[in-house]
């Protein structure tokens, strides 16, 4: 495809970044468009699957404490989350359950599919956190004991996955992933520590994420030909 149809498709304002980063040339801005949307599809495959492993994990646990329907129950008249401070928590998790009872689909299984990135972030919120038994970091059994320089709290797990939910979210939104942030300078750091991120929280939460994502994971060979189109760039 000529340039100027994919301008006039993608819009050149959007293309603009990837232009000014290849220095002008405009089929590398082309590839690099092209593999920015490459790896964002492989991330964004790491994200869901980290994603579920999370819920669920979170999902056994305040099974056992709270009973089978311990979402709904939550927000519910004396549920752990039904609460003023809460209140936005409590009316996606509600507003997800009217939903489901007035088709009368609701199930647990279902109320949990509908539940976003952010819900599971939050758990580790302090208000979640506490209101849902102070022990939810059990689902990470091999995370590192907190030393005085370290604290593997609930907030650092809060905060690794506000990360990692920023992320989803910019590729959700179509924000490109392969510049330094506010820059058009190529960059795949941001790519490469939040996937290690992802493969860390699978490892603590003890899951063999080789194996789970066999076949899915390309994310460092996209960042890798990401890198090759910045390096050449350079001898322009």
Not at 61 to 79: A, C, E, I, P, Q
Not at 109 to 137: D, H, T
Not at 197 to 215: A, E, R
Request: net charge positive; proline share 2%; aromatic share 12%.
């Amino acid at each position: 495809m000529k340039y100027s149809d994919f301008e006039e498709i993608i819009s050149a304002d959007r293309m603009q970044r990837y232009l000014q980063a290849c220095n002008g040339d405009t089929r590398k801005a082309m590839t690099l468009y092209r593999y920015n949307l490459k790896v964002s599809q492989e991330m964004f495959t790491i994200v869901s699957c980290f994603e579920v492993a999370l819920r669920n994990r979170i999902n056994t646990h305040l099974t056992k404490l709270f009973g089978m329907d311990w979402l709904r129950d939550s927000v519910l008249d004396n549920g752990i989350f039904n609460m003023q401070i809460l209140q936005k928590t409590r009316d996606i998790i509600y507003f997800a359950y009217r939903k489901l009872d007035r088709t009368n689909s609701y199930s647990h299984s279902k109320l949990i599919a509908e539940m976003e990135f952010g819900i599971w972030k939050y758990m580790f919120s302090p208000i979640q956190y506490r209101q849902s038994g102070r022990n939810l970091l059990s689902i990470f059994p091999n995370k590192p004991r907190s030393s005085a320089e370290h604290q593997y709290n609930q907030t650092f797990i809060f905060n690794e996955l506000d990360k990692i939910n920023s992320l989803r979210n910019r590729i959700a939104h179509h924000e490109p992933i392969c510049f330094i942030v506010q820059k058009a300078v190529i960059d795949t750091n941001y790519i490469r520590v939040i996937y290690q991120k992802i493969l860390t929280l699978f490892h603590w939460m003890n899951v063999d994420s080789k194996s789970l994502l066999y076949g899915l994971d390309h994310v460092l060979d996209m960042a890798d030909k990401i890198d090759k189109i910045s390096s050449n760039r350079k001898h322009i």
